[in-house]
């Protein structure tokens, strides 16, 4: 799988991965959940909001398979703007949102729902994988993001809550944080390997 990064002044340049991006944000977010969220909306088959914006300054992620399929997005925004997770999904923190400029929240963290399940798998730690050597690079120092309490337990074992577990989507979600830990993004690479050569033993 291919990770391809967009920031601010690639987003008009790379139209196509654009259109992908938010046509697949579509079929993710708005199939899920529809639009009776307040942090939804959707026109054309795309899906945007507020944070999309260039004042925001966010930078997205596309993760392509072999074929070139779009399977797997999410967004980053620094916390010195506000953010979703203070607009939107307060309770899930315990006090005052952090704010900072080297703190990015992750947004829109999504993958294709009709993907057989390991490959579902490979396609979120590609997108987890790029995203945090993107911060490395960018010298952002820590990242947030709401996820499923089963992503959290599998997954991103190494951050660390800020709030309650609470429901989301009729699903457990929790509220992370950390710094950017090189030892942290190894492990998920270690797990990305390990789901690569399971693959070539299947085939």
Same mark, same amino acid.
């Given at each position: 799988?291919?990770?391809?990064?967009?920031? +601010?002044?690639?987003?008009?340049?790379?139209?196509?991965?654009?259109?992908?991006?938010?046509?697949?944000? @579509?079929?993710?977010?708005?199939?899920?959940?529809?639009?009776?969220?307040?942090?939804?909306?959707?026109?054309?088959?795309?899906?945007?909001?507020?944070?999309?914006?260039?004042?925001?300054?966010?930078? @997205?992620?596309?993760?392509?398979?072999?074929?070139?399929?779009?399977?797997?997005?999410?967004?980053?925004?620094?916390?010195?703007?506000?953010?979703?997770?203070?607009?939107?999904?307060?309770?899930?923190?315990?006090?005052?949102?952090?704010?900072?400029? #080297?703190?990015?929240?992750?947004?829109?963290?999504?993958?294709?729902?009709?993907? +057989?399940?390991?490959? =579902?798998?490979?396609?979120?730690?590609?997108?987890?994988?790029?995203?945090?050597?993107?911060?490395?690079?960018?010298?952002?120092?820590?990242?947030?993001?709401?996820?499923?309490?089963?992503?959290?337990?599998?997954?991103?074992?190494?951050? =660390?809550?800020?709030?309650?577990?609470? #429901?989301?989507?009729?699903?457990?979600?929790?509220?992370? &944080?950390?710094? &950017?830990?090189?030892?942290? &993004?190894?492990? &998920?690479?270690?797990?990305? @390997?390990?789901?690569?050569?399971?693959?070539?033993?299947?085939?």
């Amino acid at each position: 799988m291919n990770l391809t990064i967009l920031p +601010p002044e690639l987003a008009t340049v790379r139209g196509h991965d654009m259109v992908d991006y938010h046509r697949l944000r @579509h079929d993710i977010f708005v199939a899920l959940s529809g639009l009776g969220r307040q942090d939804l909306y959707s026109a054309a088959g795309w899906e945007t909001d507020i944070w999309d914006l260039s004042f925001f300054k966010p930078v @997205h992620f596309l993760v392509r398979d072999e074929t070139g399929a779009a399977v797997a997005v999410g967004r980053m925004t620094s916390s010195s703007f506000p953010t979703m997770m203070e607009t939107h999904y307060p309770e899930f923190v315990d006090g005052p949102c952090p704010k900072q400029e #080297t703190l990015w929240e992750v947004q829109r963290l999504g993958v294709r729902l009709d993907l +057989p399940k390991w490959e =579902r798998e490979r396609a979120l730690l590609t997108l987890l994988t790029g995203m945090l050597r993107w911060c490395q690079d960018a010298g952002v120092e820590q990242v947030m993001l709401l996820t499923f309490e089963g992503i959290y337990r599998k997954r991103l074992t190494k951050m =660390r809550p800020m709030g309650p577990v609470g #429901t989301h989507l009729n699903f457990p979600h929790i509220a992370l &944080i950390n710094e &950017i830990q090189e030892e942290a &993004i190894l492990e &998920i690479e270690e797990q990305l @390997h390990a789901l690569q050569v399971v693959e070539q033993k299947v085939a």
